[in-house]
């Protein structure tokens, strides 16, 4: 079964840093776009920032200069480095992926976290 397993939340002091992982497990044949999003208490999910097929990558203007997205293909992971962090980064941090995945030629997933709690608290 094709799936996604996070890691690497917890609490974090204001200006601290965090790293999560996400890891596809499964028949991945070949990755697409890769995302994380977050969703605070109370409001709805947000992308945080993403890394297009073709190695583009995007953040939102509330990551920029702070948050760093890497994916490593050849691991079927991503990371999402969290630095300076401040109160209001706190949320549940989820990884999304598309993928082609599975038997014989696959077919198109697009699969999703389990989430990872990131708080951010003095």
């Known amino acids: 079964q094709v799936r996604l397993e996070e890691s690497g939340g917890g609490l974090a002091q204001p200006g601290e840093s965090l790293r999560l992982s996400c890891a596809a497990f499964?028949?991945?044949?070949?990755?697409?776009?890769t995302d994380w999003y977050r969703q605070a208490p109370g409001k709805q999910r947000e992308l945080v920032a993403a890394?297009?097929?073709?190695?583009?990558?995007n953040y939102a203007d509330f990551a920029k200069g702070r948050f760093a997205i890497r994916r490593n293909d050849a691991e079927n992971t991503i990371y999402l480095q969290l630095n300076s962090l401040k109160p209001e980064d706190t949320a549940v941090y989820y990884c999304?992926?598309?993928?082609?995945?599975?038997?014989?030629?696959?077919?198109?997933?697009?699969?999703w976290g389990q989430g990872t709690l990131v708080t951010v608290s003095s």
């Open positions: 890394v297009a097929a073709n190695g583009n990558i």
């Open positions: 499964g028949k991945i044949l070949s990755i697409y776009s």
């Open positions: 999304n992926m598309s993928v082609v995945a599975g038997s014989g030629w696959g077919r198109y997933q697009e699969l």
